[in-house]
């Protein structure tokens, strides 16, 4: 499993995640507070708050071009 905090600066941060964490098999979730959502979903997303930094969770299969990919958001 990996883990990091990420952060948005803005909608198309938001959409080109999405659109990353589907291109790789395996869980991403993101976790806000006390809410836990599918990155994958760009709209379950957009729920969550921007104004602090965000926790990720990779777990399955993931690679190392997908941790790299995360760290451009990191916070």
């Not at 969550?48 to 941790?67: A, H, M, R």
């Amino acid at each position: 499993m990996y883990k990091d905090k990420i952060t948005f600066s803005g909608v198309d941060d938001v959409k080109n995640f999405s659109l990353l964490a589907n291109k790789y098999e395996g869980t991403i979730n993101l976790i806000s507070d006390s809410r836990k959502i599918n990155a994958k979903s760009v709209m379950s997303i957009f729920t969550l708050d921007f104004s602090k930094p965000i926790d990720v969770e990779v777990s399955g299969s993931f690679t190392d071009s997908l941790i790299r990919a995360i760290k451009r958001y990191k916070a």
